[in-house]
């Protein structure tokens, strides 16, 4: 089945130690997103890719960063998570980035826990 | 400012009919999705509107008024797997979604 993978589901880290979460995607859908979800809250969109193209949201803080080095894989690198930053990690994609109806499709994201 | 606003708590019974609503203000508008989320879980579709009016799909409906700037969710014949958070999510002029908080709805038997 066509799906978007998250690995891992769980990931625990040290406090400024970097961590790398992991999207693949089998529907070869164009676009990617990263998501940060916490608890009772909405996701908030960090930044997405259409193809190769970058697009970083104005309030995502430096820490983050991404690579997307195909169509099929995208990463999520957190250079120095803080306290602050435990959270849901959700990837999805999307057939367009604009013009026409674009439903996301949504992996099962990673679980963050920084001590 | 962009902005959607839903209830942050409902409660219903099992059995019964449940509408969660949704206002949203956003630069230009480009249709509104409804998602399910379980507790630890990813967003999964429900629904999407572009048109005013109702679209049914089984137990789950989904309402759109734009010149009102709302929608609703409707869920009939609830069931205890239908306890979950709902998301609802307008798209801006730049297709971008701008995300609810969501509704956490409790059914109870």
């Known amino acids: 089945d066509a799906m978007v993978i998250q690995n891992p589901r769980y990931q625990v880290t040290q406090f400024g130690k970097p961590v790398t979460l992991s999207c693949s995607q089998t529907l070869n859908h164009n676009v990617m997103y990263w998501y940060q979800q916490k608890s009772s809250q909405a996701p908030k969109l960090l930044f997405h890719?259409?193809?190769?193209?970058?697009?970083n949201e104005a309030d995502t803080p430096d820490n983050f960063q991404s690579r997307r080095p195909n169509t099929s894989f995208c990463f999520l690198d957190i250079r120095s998570p803080g306290l602050g930053d435990a959270a849901m990690y959700l990837c999805?994609?999307?057939?367009?980035?604009?013009?026409?109806?674009?439903?996301?499709?949504f992996g099962p994201g990673t679980r963050l826990t920084v001590l | 400012g962009q902005n959607i606003d839903q209830p942050t708590e409902m409660t219903a019974t099992e059995g019964a009919i449940v509408q969660i609503n949704c206002t949203y203000q956003?630069?230009?508008?480009?249709?509104l999705f409804w998602y399910q989320q379980h507790a630890g879980e990813a967003p999964t579709f429900l629904s999407y509107n572009v048109l005013d009016g109702l679209e049914e799909k089984g137990r789950f409906s989904s309402f759109l008024s734009r010149s009102k700037g709302y929608s609703y969710l409707l869920l009939k014949e609830l069931q205890m797997k239908d306890s979950a958070s709902y998301l609802c999510a307008a798209t801006d002029s730049n297709y971008q979604l701008i995300w609810g908080a969501g509704t956490k709805l409790i059914i109870k038997p």
């Open positions: 956003t630069s230009g508008f480009n249709g």
């Open positions: 890719y259409y193809d190769k193209d970058f697009n």
């Open positions: 999805a994609t999307s057939g367009t980035s604009g013009g026409s109806y674009n439903e996301q499709f």
